[in-house]
């Protein structure tokens, strides 16, 4: 099977698991969002702070380097597996540990229990982790959506009910540890048959792991406390309660975010890292890449951004009406970060790990104290304009530090490859605001907001089809051609 074939293959499978996934979350937010309090949303935000960035440091961020790395032996596997478990078992006692602290900082006693509980999550992931990273590094994506589909089921029940009969914010602890863990089990499960680690651990199996990986380590714990440092201003300076109505904005807008980054990430890391000694290959390769997150970013993006008004009191419930503003914010916010999202993985496919973690450092000085200004000047929604504010120049930053080291100066190309999808998803915002401004009269969320889908739907195809029928007669060659692979080979 060809590189090309593998890639179509690995998208299909990779995208049918976004979509599913992205269903059972969004099922799970409208029912279990009437079930819970925002006090519940907000400590379980003030918990993830902590956590996030200990998960960032569970496998020294050596599992990127299994995949940069096209030769890797069996006793190097089994050293690295060795490491990832006793990682993430220390990991796991050091939150245990900082419990009482975190509950005395945020001056929330109930937070100590949930974490205590939430420190597992260090270890389950440890399980699994590195037979997913050898999945993805020989694109069988078939087995991961299987496995990422029912861990999301898994979780959804486990919350669903968990709220249902009264546990709180426990219901949502117990859903990201059923998620978790029912994920590294089904990964274990197979990848001990294909790759079986021994009892076996050489500290010299490390070397050239650890130096790649210590960066990459470092950039993602400080892309987690970036990622949480709204919570943690916000828990201190105003409680759960109100930093509950921000979680919820913050967390709607972010679901897309969660399903594309990753999808991006899996297909793209592995393609790149085979592509890291063409240069105008990887060029065009990551440009094509950015054109396809600008035409799925956009209108999911300024869609929810002129549907919240509707959306949010319809789907969630009249409680969290204080969250509309913040939802609208956060989504221009995040259209904004999804410029960056293949960054990433282009550093480490070339072996750049040091590149990003310099980008994160300075990212880090940038999002500090706008988040603290915008906080102290503006509480919830202050963290949120300056949240935006913000990220508008990271994605400079992201240009010139980190964009033009790896494939040469292409600001132009860069800033033309996300501009189609840019402005037909703006032309089908204004049509979709100008229906909710008429409809208004309706006095029926419901059905304004349905009517503001369907435009937006129907307005967004047929700006494609009108002006881009290159793009989907390509997309329909490629699909015909996967189709037609597939009964040769059946």
Known sequence: MSLKTKGINAAKWSTLATAVSAIVQLAQVVTVSRMLSPEDYGLISMIMVVVMVAIAMSD??????????QNVTKNELSS?????????????????????????????????????WMAL???????????????????????????????????????????????????????????????SLCLAFAGWRLWAPSFY????????????????????MIQSFMTNIDYLILGRMIGAEKLGYYTFAYQLCMMPMQKLSPLISQISLPLLARMQDRVEQLRSGYLQITTMISYVAGPIY???????????????????????????????MLLVRSAIIPTHSLLLAIGRANTRFYYALICFAILLPSLWIGAEAGG??????????????IVLVNYYQ????????????????????????????????????????????????????SCGVVLYAGLILGFKRELVRDVMRRLNGRAALKKEGG
């Open 60 to 69: 020294f961020g050596i599992s990127n380097a299994i995949i940069h790395r």
């Open 80 to 116: 690295l597996y060795i490491l990832n478990l006793a990682a993430g078992a220390g990991l796991a006692a050091i939150v245990w540990l900082l419990a009482p602290l975190a509950a005395l900082y945020y001056r929330e006693p109930e937070l100590l229990g949930p974490m205590r």
């Open 121 to 183: 999550l260090c270890f389950f992931p440890a399980i699994g982790q590195q037979f997913q990273v050898l999945f993805q590094k020989e694109l069988r994506f078939e087995y991961l959506a299987k496995v990422d589909i029912a861990a999301y089921v898994v979780g959804f029940a486990t919350v669903f009910f968990g709220a249902l009969w009264g546990f709180g914010v426990y219901a949502l602890v117990a859903s990201y540890l059923s998620n978790a863990l029912f994920k």
């Open 201 to 220: 651990f050489s500290r010299k199996d490390l070397k050239g792991y650890l130096s790649f990986g210590f960066y990459q380590m470092g950039s993602g």
């Open 302 to 332: 300024l869609g929810l951004a002129v549907t919240a008004p509707y959306l949010v009191p319809f789907a969630f419930g009249e409680q969290w009406t204080e969250s509309i503003v913040m939802v609208q914010i956060l989504a221009i």
């Open 380 to 393: 919830a929604l202050g963290v949120a304009y300056a949240y935006l504010i913000a990220q508008t120049l």
């Open 402 to 453: 980190s964009i033009r080291i790896a494939i040469g100066n292409c600001f132009a190309a860069y800033c033309r490859s996300m501009l189609p999808g840019t402005l037909y998803s703006l032309l089908m915002a204004a049509g979709v605001f100008a229906l909710g401004i008429a409809a208004s009269r309706l006095n029926s969320d419901g059905l304004i907001l349905v009517l503001q889908l």
